[in-house]
DNA sequence: GAGTGGTCTAGACCACGAG
DNA sequence: TCGTGGTCTAGACCACTCA
């Protein structure tokens, strides 16, 4: 064991975390300013930093500048389903925004189109309440693009219904920049970003999608016999 | 933006990157300690330290106590493939450690099990060279455990033969220190972890899985309809 | 023991938010 | 303007690796 001396700041951390567990610190409310909390664990302000990045990057923690540390709201996880049908729930809020574009680069060998072929951009989030949940860009060749339109569960849908064949490829990662601040995260929380390729009996890709999912709320589960009840049942 | 003035550190980190993707560092090479860099950049030895703490969240270097900076060769991505069966590389050596133990709490919940109930744990650990590459934890009721035998792949495999259905549960997050440590990565450095449970036809659980995938180096891909053919066909 | 990274200190100064 | 968090400094001390 490399640790036989924990670090100042996980024991700070510890403590923390298990106010919040027990329900001492509620959700919403804010910590003590860092230099109060410095004080009482008699630490540099510094280290007491560390301490709270490590909760941020649990996403226990908000920190808002200029403002306080916040305890955040334990957020319900939300399942992504794998398969192209994605469960939505109507407790989300969805916002479009569409875009039109044309292939280069990476999007191209996606959707295996031709360079400068034109494609239709879907960029939806989603928000629970006020604050962002999920990020999607959807890209579809714009050919297609009439077919697609917003199904009952605020998601675009509609070239899936002709697709015989999803491939999903998933990764885990820091989020980028942009990605932490559109969803209002940590750039320290790690995100699942799931990479879905849908093709038609032609092996013609007629959709492409980039999803951004925070890890402190989302799951994603694949199963090789989905059923119908495969919807939203996590514990 | 928020960003007008960039921070120093992710100045020196940018300056890094650009050095090591255009093969002026090249792998494995040693940087100059963090004395001189800090010097060379004219930083204090933190804000330094705070610039290789991003490099390291990516996995371009890796940090070695009392010998120095390292850059990390460029890892052959591996990709798990859904639906259980995983292809498995030649190159990638695997150890076993096979365990007996007893269901309790969260492992009892996920076999759906008596308490105390006998099970078999194989922990499995496969490298590429001598560096760890991803780690696995396979519990199987014990009963079964007999069925269980090394195949081709040098991975436990049996009770996927008669199970029928395979659900796996995919999230991002940060590794736990021992998981950070076991597989000698950066413990700020997402990983993909995935629950895989198989049932066979009577809905009994016959297998469950905790792999933990270095966000940095591997994928996971999940198709509806799997071909024979999906097997390390990465670009 | 020499050299390295790991942790921590005690401040300084800047940027943001609200009154 | 005041209180907050964000960044950085210059150095101390400890733990690890290797000769």
Known sequence: MTRSVPSRRHTIADDLRTQISTGRLKAGERLPSETQLAAHYKVSTPTLRNALALLQAEGLIEKVHGKGNFIRSPLRRITY??????PFDPTLQVSIRTTNLRARGHLRALLRVASNSPLTEFLCITHEGKSPHSLARIYVPRDLAPAV???????PQGTEATSTRIRETVTARLPT??????????????????????????DRVV????????????????????????RGTEG
């Not at 999803?211 to 119908?228: E, I, Q, W, Y």
């Open 149 to 155: 339109q917003l199904g009952s569960s605020g998601w």
């Open 177 to 202: 920049p942009e990605e932490a601040s559109t969803l209002r995260i940590s750039s320290a929380l790690a995100v699942l970003a799931i990479t879905s390729v849908a093709t038609d009996a032609t």
């Open 81 to 86: 389903a794998g398969g192209g049908r994605t």
């Open 207 to 230: 959709e492409a999608a980039l999803l951004v999912l925070p890890g402190d709320r989302a799951d994603a589960v694949f199963t090789t016999h989905p059923t119908s009840e495969e």
